[in-house]
C-alpha cells in the first residue's frame, strides 16, 4: 500500500469545491487538473449559463475560477449576476488577453494571466477563500 492517494489531497482543503468556467474544454480540463491536484474537488462549466445551472442545483461552492472572455455571456457578466446572488462568493478570472475592454472592470478582482503554472493558479484560489472565508475557516 502506498501514500500516494492520502497525500494528493489537503486536509483543509479537501472539501472546498470550485465551479471552474471556461468556453475552451482544453483550458477547462487543464485547470480543473490543477485544481484538483491541489485538493479541490472541482465542478466545470463551458459557459455562464451553465454555470450559473451549477449553482442553482448543486449550492454554493467555496470560489468560483472564471474565465474573462467569453460567447454569449462574458467572465464579468457572469461575475456581476453570481455577486447580486451570492455576495460573499469569491471570483478570481482568468484571461489571455493582455488589453481587453472587460480588465478595467476587472481592477478589484484577482485576475490570472494565462497561459499560468498550476501554483499560480492554486494560489490565487488559496488567497480568495483566505480573504472572504476567514470567519468560516475558525475551527
Known amino acids: 500500500m502506498t501514500g500516494h492517494m492520502a497525500a494528493a489531497a ?16 482544453d483550458v477547462r480540463v487543464i485547470a480543473a487538473d490543477m485544481l484538483r491536484d491541489a485538493g479541490y474537488e472541482v465542478t466545470e462549466a ?3 449559463s451553465a454555470a450559473l445551472d ?3 442545483t448543486e449550492g454554493t461552492p467555496a470560489a468560483m475560477v472564471v474565465d474573462v ?11 456581476n449576476i453570481v455577486k447580486r446572488n451570492y455576495p460573499t462568493l469569491p471570483v478570481v478570472f482568468m484571461t489571455g488577453y493582455a ?7 476587472l ?3 484577482d485576475v490570472l494571466r494565462k497561459p499560468f503554472q498550476a501554483t499560480d493558479l492554486a494560489h490565487s484560489v488559496a488567497q ?6 476567514e470567519r468560516r475557516r475558525r475551527y
Not at 489537503?10 to 474544454?25: F, G, H, K, Q, Y
Not at 488589453?99 to 472592470?105: F, G, I, M, R, S
Open 10 to 25: 489537503r486536509p483543509s482543503e479537501a472539501a472546498e469545491r470550485i465551479v471552474l468556467v471556461d468556453d475552451d474544454p
Open 46 to 48: 463551458e459557459s455562464g
Open 54 to 56: 451549477v449553482l442553482a
Open 69 to 79: 472572455a467569453m460567447p454569449v455571456m462574458t467572465g464579468v457578466e457572469l461575475a
Open 99 to 105: 488589453a481587453t475592454n472587460l480588465l478595467p472592470a
Open 107 to 109: 481592477s478589484r478582482h
Open 128 to 133: 480568495a477563500l483566505g480573504r472572504t472565508s
